[in-house]
């Protein structure tokens, strides 16, 4: 089912390679209680209140029920920062057609999923909305760094 779902061996996820049209791996943080099984797919407000330098505006900016699945891990958050200033330069350059848009965002969403349903995600194809999902990465690594505070001084 991997290999189906992928086009990669399981074997060989070491080395992944996404393939157009196909799912992509995703980098949780270790650890992730939510990541194990019988873990909830999302978190809900109530989770995110033991995180304590998250201010409620910062909570406000988060819909739960789009947050990704687990906790994303530090790489796969700087990667969806780096899809986002593509997305930026795009929108700077004056130049950006729909499709580039519609590709860009479908590989941000694939980075940091988000939960649509069966709908896609909408284009991101304004500064506000580009600006929106940075903030939203901003808590998401705030609550990422908190996380791992707590596990070191867990340990």
Do not use: W
Not at 23 to 38: H, R, T
Not at 77 to 98: H, M
Not at 123 to 134: E, H, P
């Amino acid at each position: 089912k991997f290999r189906a779902k992928t086009g990669s061996k399981f074997i060989e996820r070491h080395n992944f390679t996404r393939q157009k049209g196909k799912y992509a791996l995703v980098e949780i943080a270790a650890g992730d209680s939510n990541s194990e099984p019988g873990g909830t797919a999302t978190q809900g407000h109530d989770d995110l209140i033991a995180y304590e330098d998250v201010t409620e505006s910062e909570l406000n900016l988060l819909d739960t029920d789009q947050l990704p699945l687990g906790t994303l891990s530090h790489q796969q958050i700087q990667k969806g920062f780096a899809i986002l200033e593509q997305l930026d330069r795009e929108l700077d350059d004056g130049t950006a057609d729909n499709h580039t848009l519609t590709d860009l965002s479908s590989q941000f969403y694939t980075t940091i999923p988000h939960s649509f349903g069966r709908n896609r995600g909408p284009v991101l194809n304004t500064k506000t909305m580009i600006q929106t999902k940075c903030d939203m990465l901003n808590t998401l690594a705030d609550m990422e760094a908190t996380q791992e505070m707590q596990r070191l001084c867990d340990d």
